[in-house]
């Protein structure tokens, strides 16, 4: 205790030390002239008064020390000294100062920037309070290989009485909805939510309430909450907004609040995350199927908040007993072979979406290009030596410490590594905004992204960490002269400074494997994505646009002037035969949301159940595979260029009241019939609930036609069974209208509208783009990711060439009077110039050698990325490897013509 | 001329105590010459260690000090004792007569007095 009382008296005593020296000076002075004149009055010669007032009072200069340091702390003392030190030593060498300082910034600023982006999305998905109590829940039936097959109205009532959770909510994933009543029809994203929504989620409305938990309408409760957004955008921030009646696909709901501004759902896309508007309902009534067990609610969500304290281990277990418990009590809805079983997972990481993975690998790519940062300033550091070299002799030979100079020295690359960081934080701050339009709008929590005082903090963490880490060898290896020789300037390249050398070299071989990893990596990436671009997508994006529209689909079924196939089949045909007739158009087509290639998010599966498999039992509906099942018009096929195999298409024959037809792919002939003639066949697919409001039991469809497999689902995967439903036998209310031929995407827009609202002024039309666009948005994280890593590893190469370049000066340097001997008795210059090269040549082949082996283990470990190219991909090592040699001759070949042309006489001269 | 012993730190600042004590107010350089004559030049006082040890007098309590005129119309620092110094002096003085009485008595023994 006394000793920190010592501390904190000794910190202060910092503080007061100037004024107390000061002080002190005075009076020792007064005093000295005091007995200077005593004694002049005692009648000695002044300069002898002078030197008996000196002796009589001692060593003024020792006192006044020694009194000091009693009195201050010499950790901090020394350390700002070292502080001013460095920062003169900085700016003697402004050129080194620079360079190093660039270096770092380009380094710990790219290092920062891709931690925002995982700060954003990775470390804090959730902004709501306590977000590890916010698990999901997902049903899965491991037993038919299905996962996520939904939740029931039981189910969730059962969870809610469990005391699991303190509430569970069941939330749509963001569908689409009509508003109209203002100057356009808009569509708008909403989410269907039990009432306890918001209050699972912890956050409350800024303006009215939001639902209130204890409501129990069975079906929608007719309450709308906005989003800040919205409210703002199309109602101005109206404050009398509550109780406004809007009309959404043709019902009046009333708006009860207002969410905060920068208040976002939950969910992994940025779809699922701009929802607008919440509708409270109890799933149970109209238009919802009735509540039975066995009635499962697709494309619904749970999440939930377990009880305060609660692991999720252990609320895990209770669950898998309430799951066992329910089995038991209900063995005709949960058959035996299904294996229902109930997962929770952490909401965090169901957020997160896919992009975990790249951005992982982004994080990777630059902590490589920090790497190489580092060592390349540690490299300059070293090369100071040299050049100092008499300075540390002198300190070490006047009595200065081992630790002393390190810690000084540290002091110095600490400031350098300090000084980067901050640079590079500074530049990320400014330019934030232009670095921002970037990145690909399909990252989740793009908003989120913000340079904030966590991102600083690790900032200034990676600088001070990567400082001490680097600038510790050079400072210790500095320390380490061989004094005499040093002193008498024994030819350089002595064995005092074979330490110091052989670290550069090594420092310089790593820098050459991490960029040759970098440049692997980016290869691959760069192939993969070119090979996914070209590869053949299996129908034709050419001329193609696809406008959207969205029928209303209101609440009781009755009012919905398109509630059956065949009324909105007039629709459909009449939207067709306008959409022919402008201009430019040559074929038109429509189809829902799943049959725009590549440009859905979550494609809607239904079960499959066919009819009498070998065994002569017919599946279960709970216990069938689930396949994607697009609906389209007979017109669609030809117009995407997806040629027919086998049997017909649809035709304008295959109406409502007319047998059901479908048509699948090849993929799930093969999956689903193998061996057999899928022609003939009769399947069941569960229908889509809205707009039916009885469970009637669906009607058999046979299949007509088999069609080629195209890659409407993803690029990277050709053989993903679908299963095609006409247009007129089974409504949709999403309509995606395909326009074909020499088309203005700038005008096609606003015609089609015209046409479409010429038929019904209420519908919206939106979304108008190419399929060329779709198809680039669908790979533009990975186009992201790879331009990325591209940039990572030109600046990697660029600094090991740098880096590389130096040391090849250096050595030269070192060996100029070596040389110069060797000129003297007669080498040919062309000989001394092959003989840099050699060393140059030799750190690049280590560094080869060594990157190969570090580039073969990264690119295993990133193989999940890649497609199209094998990890041990030849010709990309080979073609990197290349490259890196050529690039390090480049940077040996300066300083190996300065080698050649050394003047013997000057250099042996040099003292 | 034979050796002046060294002072010892805590016994100065008593002298400074009881010089200030004795004579009022004194600037520096005075309570040096003081110390010198009061000791009777039997003592080689390092008069620059003076300084450090009345800076700590003072921040210490013992004794305060403000600027004045010396004789010779110099601008100078005169220090001079507060309670507390006085109190310190005190018992130091107390403390020291002690000493030297407990001292004094293991002096005069002698051998056939202690069985």
């Known amino acids: ?911 | 001329m034979p050796e002046k012993p060294d002072v010892l730190q805590g016994t100065l600042a008593l002298m400074v105590l009881k010089t200030l004590d004795l004579l009022g107010p004194l600037h520096g350089y005075g309570i040096a010459r003081r110390i010198e004559q009061i000791s009777g030049d039997l003592l080689a006082v390092n008069q620059g260690t003076l300084y450090p040890l009345l800076l700590k007098l003072e921040h210490e309590g013992a004794i305060a000090s403000e600027w004045g005129a010396s004789e010779n119309n110099r601008r100078a620092r005169f220090y001079r004792l507060t309670r507390a110094g006085h109190k310190q002096l005190q018992t130091e003085t107390r403390d020291w007569e002690q000493t030297a009485a407990i001292i004094a008595r293991f002096f005069a023994a002698k051998g056939e007095d202690l069985a």
């Open chain 1, 1 to 911: 205790m006394k000793s920190v009382k010592r501390f904190f008296v000794r910190l202060s005593k910092l503080a007061a030390g100037h004024h107390d020296d000061r002080r002190l000076r005075e009076e020792m002075a007064e005093h000295l002239a005091q007995q200077r004149s005593d004694n002049l009055r005692a009648g000695m010669s002044p300069g002898e008064a002078h030197r008996q007032a000196v002796l009589k009072f001692g060593a003024a200069e020792a006192i006044r020390e020694e009194y000091h340091s009693e009195q201050s702390l010499p950790l901090i003392e020394n350390l700002l000294f070292d502080l001013r030190y460095a920062v003169r030593m900085l700016l003697r060498s402004p050129g080194f100062s620079f360079i190093a300082i660039t270096t770092m910034a380009l380094g710990i600023g790219a290092t920062t920037a891709i931690y925002s982006v995982i700060d954003a999305t990775l470390l804090h998905p959730l902004p709501y309070p306590n977000p590890s109590e916010l698990v999901r829940v997902v049903d899965d039936l491991p037993g038919v290989g299905a996962q996520g097959v939904g939740i029931s109205v039981p189910e969730w009532r059962d969870l809610e009485s469990s005391g699991i959770f303190q509430s569970a909510a069941i939330t749509g994933t963001g569908a689409n909805v009509n508003l109209t009543g203002s100057a356009q029809p808009l569509r708008l994203s909403f989410k269907q939510v039990t009432p306890n929504y918001f209050s699972v989620l912890g956050v409350d409305a800024q303006l009215g309430r939001t639902f209130d938990p204890h409501d129990a309408t069975p079906g929608y409760n007719l309450e709308v909450v906005l989003s800040d957004g919205l409210w703002r955008r199309e109602f101005g921030a109206d404050p009398h907004i509550l109780g406004k009646a809007l009309r959404l696909d043709n019902d009046v709901y009333h708006v009860v609040g207002v969410m905060p501004r920068g208040f976002r759902d939950q969910g992994s896309t940025s779809e699922e995350q701009n929802v607008e508007l919440w509708l409270g309902a109890g799933f149970a009534g109209v238009p919802f199927p009735p509540p039975l067990r066995e009635s499962r609610l697709r494309s619904r969500a749970v999440i939930a908040r377990l009880k305060p304290g609660l692991s999720i281990e252990t609320a895990q277990r209770h669950l898998d007993v309430l799951v066992d418990s329910l089995k038991k009590q209900y063995p005709a809805e949960y058959p035996a072979q299904t294996a229902w079983t109930v997962r929770l997972i952490p909401l965090s990481e169901t957020v997160v979406g896919n992009v975990r993975q790249s951005l992982v690998m982004l994080f990777g790519a630059v902590g490589l290009v920090l790497l190489i940062s580092c060592v390349n300033v540690a490299n300059l550091l070293l090369a100071r030596t040299s050049v100092r070299s008499r300075e540390i002799a002198v300190r070490q030979a006047m009595g200065a410490q081992r630790t002393r100079l390190v810690r000084q020295l540290l002091t110095e690359s600490l400031l350098l590594f300090l000084l980067g960081g901050i640079a590079g934080f500074a530049t990320l701050f400014f330019t934030r905004k232009f670095l921002l339009r970037l990145i690909p709008e399909s990252l989740p929590h793009l908003n989120d992204i913000s340079i904030n005082w966590g991102v600083l903090g690790f900032a200034l963490v990676v600088s001070v960490a990567a400082g001490t880490v680097f600038g510790l060898a050079p400072a210790w290896l500095m320390s380490r002269l061989d004094l005499t020789g040093t002193l008498r300037q024994e030819g350089r390249g002595s064995s005092g400074s074979l330490g110091r050398s052989r670290a550069r070299q090594v420092l310089v071989v790593t820098e050459l494997a991490l960029s040759l990893v970098l440049m692997v990596a980016a290869g691959l990436l760069l192939r993969s994505f070119w090979d996914l671009f070209a590869v053949q997508p299996g129908f034709n994006p050419d001329r193609v646009m696809a406008i959207e529209t969205w029928l209303p689909g209101p609440n009781d079924p009755t009012t919905d002037p398109y509630q059956t196939a065949t009324q909105e089949a007039v629709l459909l045909r009449e939207v067709l035969r306008r959409s022919r007739t402008l201009s430019g158009v040559q074929e038109a087509a429509v189809g829902d949301e799943d049959a725009l290639p590549l440009g859905h998010s979550q494609p809607s599966r239904l079960p499959l159940v066919q009819e009498g498999d070998r065994e002569g039992i017919e599946t279960k509906e709970n216990q069938a595979p689930l396949i994607e099942s697009p609906i389209v018009s007979p017109e669609y096929f030809h117009l995407l260029g997806m040629p027919l195999e086998r049997g017909r298409l649809f035709t304008n024959q295959d109406l409502e009241d007319t047998p059901q037809v479908a048509v699948i792919n090849q993929a799930a002939a093969r999956t689903y019939w193998p061996n057999q003639d899928p022609i003939g066949k009769r399947v069941r697919l569960h229908l889509d609930t809205r707009g039916l409001s009885s469970s009637a039991e669906p009607a058999w469809t046979t299949i007509v036609g088999v069609i080629a497999d195209a890659r409407t689902e993803s690029l990277a995967d050709a053989g993903i069974p679908q299963i095609y439903r006409s247009m007129y036998q089974r409504a949709s209310k999403e309509v995606i209208i395909f326009l074909r031929g020499q088309l203005d995407p700038s005008a096609i827009s606003a015609q089609e509208r015209e046409q479409v609202q010429a038929v019904d002024a209420t519908l919206p039309v939106f979304h108008a783009e190419t399929l060329g666009e779709v198809l680039s948005t669908s790979l533009s994280v990975r186009r992201f990711s790879m331009e990325m890593v591209a940039l990572f590893a030109a600046t990697a190469l660029l600094l090991a060439g740098l880096g590389i370049y130096g040391t090849i000066s250096y050595v030269v340097n070192e060996q100029r009077r070596e040389i110069a001997v060797r000129l003297a008795l007669g080498a040919q210059r062309g000989n001394i110039l092959k003989m840099v090269l050699r060393r140059g040549l030799g750190l690049a082949a280590a560094g080869a050698g060594l990157g190969v082996a570090g580039a073969l283990i990264v690119s295993h470990l990133m193989a999940g990325l890649l497609y199209g190219v094998s990890p041990n991909d030849l010709p990309t090592f080979a073609s990197v490897t290349v490259v890196l040699a050529i690039v390090a001759l480049a940077a040996c070949y300066i300083p190996a013509r300065r080698a050649m042309r050394v003047d013997p006489i000057v250099a042996l001269h040099e003292a």
